[in-house]
Each structure stands twice: as C-alpha cells, then as structure tokens.
C-alpha cells in the first residue's frame, strides 16, 4: 500500500515592481528625421547582407569573415542613429 503525502506549497515570493515612470515618449521630429531614418536604413540592409551571407549554402570563412563585419558596420551605423537622435538631429 502507498502512503499518501500531502503536499505543501509555499507562497510565492512578492515582487514589488519599480515605482519610477517609463521613458518619456520621443517626438515625432526625432522619428522622422531623414538622416536617423538613413542611418536606420543602412543598419538594417547590413544587418541582412550579414544574414545573408551567413545562410549561404557554401558559408565558408571568408563568408563569415565578411558577414562579422557588416555585421560590425551595422553596429557603428546604429551607434550614429543613437547619437543622432539623442542630440536632436544629425550624427
């Protein structure tokens, strides 16, 4: 015969969450400036050319070498879009 054993849950722990507010919302002129929106742009076509090359059939290490860096590229480009936009319009 098995014996039965109750079983005892303890409670959960009680996170309180922080009391700060959230990040005041961007303006819209900081969104839709034509060089944040450029920087963007490039980021983003190298961040797929990267891609790209790394789902290569044939990815070799020249291709994955090529891939770092516009994978590096795309990083310095996002970096200028930080910036950019922080100070209030072009890197």
Known sequence: ???VVP???AAAPIITLASHRAA???SQADITDPQIIALHAAAENALASALH???S???D???L???TGRAARATT???RACAAQVAGGGA
């Open 61 to 63: 290490p020249a291709k």
């Open 1 to 3: 015969m098995t014996k």
């Open 77 to 79: 480009l996002l970096k």
């Open 57 to 59: 059939l044939d990815c």
């Open 24 to 26: 005041p919302i961007q």
């Open 7 to 9: 079983l005892v849950r």
């Open 65 to 67: 070498q090529q891939a």
């Open 53 to 55: 090359l790394l789902r």
